[in-house]
């Protein structure tokens, strides 16, 4: 009742709304257009307005088609642009394939995830084209299982696990898998992003055979992640362990380093695998460093550039207190 209740509540923040569906199939041609041009002014983040103001702007933005609480899900062949906020939304639900679709919104358009999933187990995302204003695919807390394969994402902000553990809460992600993929002319390419103070762990996740094209941050954990300037430090953490990296190849733009993986004072990352990484500046010859903090893990073949930065073997400890691993 709580969660109906809740819906009705919040019913103009989303559109099409399933709730507890089984064995439903969604498919066909056409386009839908969410026409979200005159909701982007009132993003959920800030934005920039005239004068380089800053307008911070309600989040009322309405979510494109959403599921809740359902299962045995198809969504295959559709073709989905300029939505108000997120296109696809996946809360508690399991067994979802998501087949051929895609999705299209401006690189300005905030918070136009294409397919956000939370509290959601048993998916399947494959053989899509999504460039849009935010993450092309984001997973939440709470979801476990996750097969990506052969997406085209870009211009975007990359494919993303977080944000996770936003106002010291839980967050628990396993066993994610992100292959035979391109990710073009993005703000990130493959992104782990934590909250400080947040708990719980991220853990057991492949990126193999992902081609960047021009990307600012091909490979990125950020366990001090905030969208204001404001956020204080605190030494809990989401713990993140055991991530590997496979055949990531391509270009970066050089405005950042290739790799970035700032990793918790108090629980730093451990077993980090990197293997035929070979990334290379789009413009110009000069190839800058990987940045590294607190993170551990080896290197299977020599990496292009080097990886100095990535500390060996295993942390002495582990402060107990701070480290929940799910």
Not at 89 to 104: G, W
Not at 225 to 231: A, F, G
Not at 258 to 282: F, K, R, Y
Request: some cysteine.
């Amino acid at each position: 009742m709580d969660l109906i209740r809740g819906l009705k509540l919040f019913s103009k923040r989303q559109w099409l709304v399933f709730y507890k569906i089984n064995a439903m199939v969604m498919q066909g041609g056409g386009l839908i257009d969410g026409r979200g041009e005159n909701w982007w002014s009132l993003p959920c983040k800030p934005h920039k307005g005239s004068n380089g103001t800053t307008l911070p702007g309600p989040c009322d933005s309405p979510v494109a088609i959403r599921f809740f609480m359902s299962s045995n899900l198809t969504v295959q062949g559709l073709k989905i642009k300029n939505s108000p906020q997120f296109h696809f939304r996946f809360d508690n639900c399991h067994d979802v394939h998501i087949n051929s679709l895609y999705i299209k919104s401006p690189s300005g358009s905030p918070n136009t995830d294409g397919i956000h999933i939370e509290n959601t187990n048993g998916v399947k995302i494959y053989n899509s084209v999504i460039s849009n204003g935010d993450d092309c695919v984001s997973i939440g807390a709470g979801s476990y299982n996750v097969d990506i394969r052969n997406i085209t994402c870009g211009p975007s902000h990359g494919i993303s696990i977080g944000s996770l553990g936003i106002r010291n809460s839980r967050a628990c992600v396993s066993n994610i898998t992100v292959t035979d993929s391109v990710i073009k002319h993005s703000d990130n390419g493959v992104r782990i992003k934590t909250w400080q103070g947040g708990f719980g762990a991220v853990s057991k996740v492949t990126f193999k055979n992902i081609h960047m094209d021009t990307v600012r941050n091909p490979i990125i954990i950020d366990q001090y992640y905030c969208n204001t300037k404001s956020c204080i430090n605190k030494t809990s953490a989401v713990y993140i362990s055991d991530i590997f990296y496979e055949n990531i190849k391509g270009t970066y733009d050089v405005r950042s380093p290739p790799m970035h993986i700032a990793c918790s004072d108090a629980v730093p990352c451990t077993n980090l695998t990197l293997s035929e990484v070979e990334l290379l500046p789009a413009l110009g010859h000069k190839i800058l460093d990987p940045f590294c903090w607190n993170a551990y893990g080896a290197l299977k073949t020599v990496t292009i550039p080097p990886v100095f930065c990535l500390l060996e073997g295993f942390p002495e400890s582990l402060p107990t207190d701070d480290v929940d691993q799910c």
